[in-house]
């Protein structure tokens, strides 16, 4: 197994996988995005093959075996300051994984960390967030930063295990296939740790 840069051509496993991270809320922003015959996978691979923006392969790793992906990780500097603007500009389901982003300007931010199913238990998304955390060191950035479902215990185990702790939390607002319910936390840690 190997990590490394993900690559254009990696985008079907790239939205594939941010779905899985975001507990199937980015698969439901897809799907209102989708022109008609177009799946809203299919829409997230063209946005996880865009050169620009948090979710493009530009900004993801892929842990790969004999050429297969088997896992991923979405990260990137947030901005500092982190300007929220009108609530109106976004999706309702949005809006406290934006207000909890707000709390951790300038921190390297885990936006998605997810493998396949099968690949599960293999230390896979560990290896991927401390490879992403050197780059976030690189940057320059003091503070990592992810949010995850407060019932979503496997994640949250393995982000104490690495030494995240509970920042704040909002209340998940529930969308069609939303898997939890109760809040979404925000976990920090100092990259110098």
Not at 97 to 109: F, H, N, Q, T
Not at 113 to 118: D, G, L
Not at 128 to 147: F, N, P, V
Request: with cysteine; glycine share 10%; hydrophobic share 40%.
């Amino acid at each position: 197994m190997e990590v490394e840069q993900a690559l254009k051509s990696d985008a079907d496993d790239l939205a594939y996988l941010i779905d899985i991270a975001g507990e199937g809320m980015p698969q439901y922003l897809w799907s209102q995005l989708a022109e008609p015959g177009q799946t809203a996978l299919e829409v997230g691979a063209l946005r996880a093959a865009r050169e620009e923006g948090g979710f493009s392969y530009r900004n993801a790793l892929v842990c790969r075996d004999q050429g297969s992906v088997l896992g991923m990780v979405v990260a990137y500097r947030l901005p500092d300051p982190y300007v929220v603007g009108a609530a109106s500009e976004y999706p309702e389901i949005v809006l406290p994984l934006i207000e909890l982003e707000a709390l951790a300007p300038g921190s390297w931010y885990f936006n998605a960390i997810a493998t396949y199913e099968a690949a599960r238990g293999q230390g896979i998304a560990r290896m991927l967030m401390l490879e992403s955390k050197e780059r976030g060191r690189l940057q320059g950035c003091t503070e990592a930063s992810l949010i995850v479902a407060s019932a979503n215990k496997r994640a949250r185990h393995l982000y104490q295990q690495l030494g995240y702790q509970d920042i704040a939390s909002r209340p998940i607002i529930e969308y069609p296939g939303c898997p939890y319910g109760g809040d979404w936390v925000l976990m920090t840690k100092r990259l110098d740790g």
